[in-house]
């Protein structure tokens, strides 16, 4: 290793205790998207006493902002989130289901580790260009909102990401691994239906049912289904059924469809289609309707050259190391849940030889429930069908990202067994490590022009169609209630 990015790893060490603090306070607040008031201050805070530059409310959202530190080129971006999910508080550490608060909220997705292991990797970089004198400037970038309002999306729209040379971040997994592929293209609407009231019994005739327009519009959904590209999907909630009585012709009522495509040209021609049967439902019951989005979302677009970086310093930096008591611990909560015993990882679910080399590596390691090995680098076709904002930021400029484990293998994505980790020395150590990984990539990029000029070849010929910006010019980042 480098002494350059000697003094970044020791920077993040010297800081783990101050880290390591405010995940655990982030995991505490446990905030919502959009209400992460406390968690985006405190991380504001903690930057700005050590010597970060912070704008807060950037593109007029409350609870984000950026925390720049450094001057010139090149520009690297490190992206942080921070808000919990509903319905899943749960107490640390723990092997039972334990809410801390009956219905409260939880770090299901741990991005209080995301967040505060992207803010370890900018405490190092800072570190390396206080010490080294070079030109360049790392901006961490605070992301509310990814379980429901895309922030990165509406920070593309601004056109934000384009001012920068590359952006790095990661992700809580079982898995240590540098990522690749790309994922679905995402987009959120509420369908509201206005009708007219009546007695059902003695007026029918004078009632507009909200409710049979709702009803209309998932049957013409349903016929669409046929007639979409093969990895679409289209998923819905009636969120108002107009009340419970059944003897009142509803006069409102209301369905949030989500819409997903491979790519974020077909989901917004998919979208429109979508539209055409809500405007079909309302005709054929003489109500009326409005569309109120709540988020879009791109597919992401790989960059090899960045996750070739990233994963050589993954290999000089090495994976977390446990204890007996964590191995124990691990292996306990995996007994709570189906398919601890999957091959994880991208590489092993798209490649036969891979699978094969992360089985061995499984086998080797003991098949312990955490996977204390990094997976082989994988750079084929790879296609994840869930959807992540950070596909916008991949439109705009070269964007990379890895996986550190956090909690054991084939633990289920947004669960208190997540949420229980997110608070633990494995949660812990993974973020740190994340930090360092990204923070010695990111050196890297800054010692290293030519590995810039051939991410951004990359990922021009990548986006040569240009970018479709999901996001209205009118709307406003808003949590529906």
């Not at 783990?16 to 405190?42: F, H, M, N, P």
Request: glycine share 8%; aromatic share 6%.
């Amino acid at each position: 290793m480098t002494k350059e990015k000697q003094v970044a790893i020791a920077a993040i060490d010297d800081n783990a205790d101050l880290i390591v603090g405010l995940s655990d306070r982030i995991w505490e607040y446990a905030e919502l998207s959009l209400q992460e008031e406390k968690s985006a201050e405190d991380m504001c805070c903690t930057l700005e006493q050590l010597g970060f530059t912070v704008e807060r409310g950037v593109c007029n959202i409350a609870t984000a902002f950026t925390a720049s530190y450094g001057s010139g080129r090149p520009i690297i971006g490190l992206l942080a989130e921070y808000d919990a999910l509903s319905g899943l508080s749960q107490k640390a550490s723990s092997l039972a289901a334990e809410p801390l608060v009956p219905d409260g909220n939880g770090h299901g997705c741990g991005h209080n580790l995301l967040g505060t292991g992207s803010v370890a990797a900018a405490i190092g970089v800072k570190a390396y260009l206080e010490t080294s004198g070079r030109s360049g400037t790392v901006i961490l970038f605070g992301c509310p909102g990814e379980e429901g309002v895309a922030s990165k999306a509406f920070m593309a729209r601004e056109n934000i990401w384009r001012k920068l040379d590359a952006a790095l971040t990661w992700h809580p997994s079982d898995t240590n691994e540098v990522v690749t592929g790309s994922s679905n293209a995402c987009i959120q609407n509420l369908y509201q239906f206005t009708g007219v009231a009546s007695h059902a019994a003695f007026s029918p005739d004078h009632g507009r049912s909200a409710l049979d327009a709702v009803e209309l519009m998932n049957l013409g959904v349903q016929f669409l289904r046929e007639h979409m590209p093969d990895k679409a999907r289209i998923h819905y909630a009636i969120t108002d059924t107009g009340g419970c009585s059944p003897n009142v012709v509803q006069a409102k009522a209301s369905v949030l469809y989500m819409v997903r495509a491979n790519h974020i040209s077909e989901a917004i021609e998919l979208q429109k289609r979508v539209d055409q049967i809500a405007e079909g439902a309302a005709l054929m019951t003489e109500t009326t309707w409005k569309k109120i989005f709540v988020d879009g979302l791109s597919n992401v677009v790989p960059n090899h050259t960045l996750e070739t970086v990233l994963y050589r310093n993954f290999e000089e930096l090495g994976v977390p190391g446990y204890t007996d008591e964590e191995h124990a611990f691990a292996d306990a909560l995996a007994k709570t849940y189906d398919g601890s015993n999957g091959l994880p990882g991208i590489a092993a679910a798209n490649s036969c030889d891979a699978a094969a080399q992360v089985k061995a590596m499984r086998a080797s390691h003991g098949n312990h429930a955490l996977n204390d090995f990094l997976a082989p680098l994988y750079q084929g076709s790879a296609y994840d069908p869930g959807s992540t904002d950070v596909g916008d930021t991949s439109w705009e400029c070269p964007t990379a990202q890895i996986h550190v484990v956090t909690w054991p293998n084939g633990c289920p994505g947004h669960s208190w067994q997540n949420v229980s980790c997110g608070h633990s020395s494995l949660g812990h150590k993974g973020l740190l490590h994340a930090g360092r990984v990204l923070a010695a990539s990111v050196i890297d990029l800054i010692e290293n022009p030519a590995l810039i000029e051939q991410a951004q070849s990359e990922f021009d010929q990548q986006t040569a169609e240009g970018y479709m910006c999901p996001i209205p010019a009118d709307a406003v980042a808003t949590i529906l209630n």
